[in-house]
C-alpha cells in the first residue's frame, strides 16, 4: 500500500498541445486528475500559442510548452530539428514521471511520452500506437471530445465527479474589459452581443453577410450592442463588417490578445459565433451561445454547457473528411453546402431562447 509520503511524491505527465478549444476542454480531466491526487506534481504538456487560456489554473503545476512544425499561424516551429527534440525529450527526463496521460491522439505523441520515461503510459489505441502504451483506451466518435477525455481516467480507476468547463479571468483584465467598453461609449447596463464570424478553416465559417443579418437582427429586437471578435488575419472582413451593422458594433477584431479577449467575452449576454476555439472559451465562461456547425459534427466537438445551443444540418455525408470541394461541390456563396442550409431565421430562433 502506498503512503502518503509516495502519493505526494507521484509525478504525472499529462500531453494535450494543440489548439485553443482543444486545451481548454482537458480542463474535467485535469480537475479530475488533481481532485484524485491533491499532492502529486501535475506537468501539462501544452502548444505555446494556446498555453494563455490556463493561466490562473489551479490543477496544474507546470506548463510545458512544446512548439513542432504545424500548419498554425502562431507556432514558430521552436522544436523542428532532431536537436531541439532532443533537448525536449531530456527535459522531460529529467521529471522523471510515473505516469503519462496523452489525451493527444497521434503517434508522435505516444511516442514522447515513451521516450520521457514514463513507467505508466495511459492513452488512445489510435494510430497503430498500442505498443508505445501500457493501457489502451478505445477513441469514441460518437461521444463528446471531453467525455473522451474523462473515459482514460475512468478506465485508470480515477474517480470523474464533474465535468463542467472552466476559465480563470484576473482582476486587471476583468477591469481592462470594463475599460475598454466605457471607452466604446457602452454603458455598463447595455446587453452585448459577441459575434465572431471567422474561423481559422474558412469553409466552416458560415457566410458573412448571414452574420450581419442576424447582428442587426437582434441589436434592434434587444437593444443591445454587438462585440465584434476576430484576430489580426480577420481585420479586413471585420472591417467591412463594421460599415453593415447598425448601430455600429463595438470593434475588439484585431485589437485585443487573447486573454482581453476572453474578459471582454465575459461580459456578453450572448455569443454567435462558428465552430471555433472561442466556443469553447464561451462556454468556459458560462457565456450563452449559439454555434454554428456544418462539416464537423458538434456530437464530438459541440460547445459544452447548460446554455449552449448548435445550429446543424445533419446531412447524410455529415460530417465529412473536410476535403473540401473534392466530395461535394461548393454552394453559391463558395462554402459547403451544410453551412449554405442554415438560415438567419434559424440561428435567431435558438438565440432567442438563450437571451436573458
Known amino acids: 500500500m502506498k503512503g502518503a509520503n509516495d502519493r505526494r511524491l507521484m509525478n504525472i505527465l499529462v500531453l494535450r498541445y494543440r489548439f485553443i478549444g482543444d486545451t481548454i476542454m482537458t480542463v474535467p480531466f485535469l480537475r479530475n486528475l488533481r481532485h484524485a491526487h491533491p499532492d502529486a506534481r501535475i ?104 467525455q473522451n477525455f474523462l473515459e482514460i481516467l475512468r478506465a485508470d480507476g480515477v474517480p470523474v465527479t464533474s465535468d463542467h468547463l472552466e476559465a480563470w479571468l484576473s482582476e486587471d483584465e476583468v477591469s ?105 472559451l464561451a462556454a468556459a465562461l458560462d457565456v450563452a451561445l449559439v454555434a454554428l456547425f456544418g462539416p464537423q459534427t458538434p456530437d464530438l466537438f459541440g460547445p459544452s454547457g447548460k446554455r449552449c445551443a448548435v445550429v446543424s444540418k445533419r446531412f447524410h455525408c455529415s460530417p465529412c473528411r473536410q476535403k473540401f470541394f473534392k466530395e461535394c461541390a461548393p454552394s453559391p456563396s463558395g462554402k459547403p453546402w451544410c453551412m449554405e442550409k442554415i438560415t438567419a431565421e434559424e440561428v435567431l430562433t435558438a438565440a432567442s431562447g438563450l437571451f436573458p
Not at 184 to 210: D, K, M, N, Q, Y
Not at 213 to 234: P, S, T
Not at 238 to 243: F, I, L, P, R, Y
Open 43 to 146: 506537468d501539462l504538456v501544452i502548444a505555446p500559442y494556446s498555453s494563455d487560456v490556463l493561466l490562473g489554473i489551479p490543477y496544474v503545476d507546470n506548463l510545458i510548452e512544446y512548439d513542432p512544425p504545424t500548419a498554425h499561424q502562431d507556432s514558430s516551429g521552436r522544436h523542428r530539428t532532431l536537436g531541439s527534440k532532443i533537448r525536449f525529450i531530456k527535459e522531460l527526463r529529467a521529471g522523471r514521471y510515473d505516469k503519462a496521460y496523452i489525451l493527444k491522439r497521434s503517434l508522435s505523441s505516444a511516442l514522447i511520452a515513451f521516450l520521457s520515461g514514463a513507467k505508466e503510459r495511459i492513452g488512445f489505441d489510435t494510430e497503430h500506437r498500442g505498443f508505445l502504451l501500457t493501457k489502451r483506451i478505445a477513441y469514441r466518435r460518437d461521444r463528446h471530445e471531453i
Open 176 to 280: 481592462f474589459a470594463a475599460k475598454f467598453l466605457a471607452k466604446e461609449g457602452c454603458p455598463v447596463e447595455t446587453p452585448l452581443i459577441g459575434i465572431h464570424p471567422f474561423s481559422a478553416i474558412t469553409e466552416r465559417a458560415w457566410p458573412v453577410e448571414r452574420f450581419v443579418e442576424v447582428a442587426n437582427a437582434l441589436q434592434k429586437k434587444h437593444r443591445a450592442r454587438i462585440l465584434l471578435f476576430g484576430g489580426q488575419r480577420d481585420m479586413e472582413a471585420a472591417s467591412d463588417m463594421e460599415k453593415l451593422i447598425q448601430p455600429r458594433p463595438i470593434m475588439a477584431a484585431g485589437r485585443t490578445d487573447l486573454r482581453q479577449t476572453m474578459a471582454l467575452l465575459s461580459k456578453c449576454s450572448l455569443l454567435i459565433c462558428n465552430d471555433s476555439g472561442i466556443m469553447h
